[in-house]
């Protein structure tokens, strides 16, 4: 089946390290985003890539940069890991081009991302 | 930007009764607004969604209302059941060609057998 994944599923780092969390999907979507999950704060974006050469900030992008590295790879750097950026970090595809629903987003299993 | 307010945090109901989630956006332009659930450990996953143009949506156990005039919908849950217990989340999305989801910051639903 097509699928997103993810990888790491779980990291453990210390503060100012570099870390970089991958996203790769089989669905053949263009739209791709990164979110992370915070308790009691929702789902909030971080970037998000409408296509291979277009890279948009989202609401929460400070000390976070990407790279859409191809149709199927957005992938989330932190140049300079500090701890309030621990969270669970999820990418999501989209294309709403093609689907019933106005503009479903399919998310990936999550990184759990922890900065000592 | 768009803002999109969710509430309860938290919601306990017992087996087979009803539960009923309430979101409000600040967006008069969204015209797309999804329902996401997250069981314990999983990705989140589209249940059902609503456009602008309708005013109510029903699938099965679940529905969505929508009042565009004071901008809010609703996720209605009956007969609920303990796979139902799970995070839901509302989103909203304003029209045009940049359409990310501003989601609402959650509820925890409890189904208690």
């Known amino acids: 089946d097509a699928d997103v994944t993810q990888t790491p599923r779980n990291r453990i780092t210390k503060t100012g390290k570099r870390i970089m969390l991958e996203c790769s999907q089989t669905k053949g979507h263009d739209r791709m985003y990164w979110y992370r999950q915070d308790p009691g704060l929702g789902l909030r974006l971080i970037y998000y890539?409408?296509?291979?050469?277009?890279?948009n900030k989202g609401e929460i992008s400070d000390g976070y940069s990407v790279s859409r590295q191809a149709q199927a790879k957005f992938s989330l750097s932190l140049e300079s890991a500090i701890p309030n950026q621990t969270a669970l970090y999820f990418c999501?595809?989209?294309?709403?081009?093609?689907?019933?629903?106005?503009?479903?987003?399919?998310f990936g299993p999550g990184t759990r991302l922890t900065v000592l | 930007g768009e803002n999109v307010e969710q509430h309860p945090s938290t919601l306990s109901v017992q087996e087979g009764d009803s539960a009923v989630i309430k979101c409000t956006y600040s967006?008069?332009?969204?015209?797309?607004f999804p329902w996401y659930k997250q069981e314990l450990g999983k990705r989140p996953q589209l249940i059902i969604d609503?456009?602008?143009?309708?005013g109510e949506k029903k699938d099965q156990r679940i529905a969505v209302t929508l009042n565009k005039t004071a901008k809010h919908f609703s996720l209605h849950i009956t007969e609920t059941q303990p796979e139902d217990s799970a995070v839901y989340f509302c989103a909203a999305t304003p029209s045009g060609s940049a359409r990310q989801l501003t989601f609402g910051s959650g509820t925890q639903l409890t189904v208690l057998p």
């Open positions: 999501a595809t989209s294309d709403p081009g093609t689907r019933s629903s106005y503009n479903e987003q399919f």
């Open positions: 890539s409408f296509d291979v050469k277009d890279i």
């Open positions: 967006d008069s332009a969204s015209n797309y």
């Open positions: 609503i456009r602008s143009n309708v």
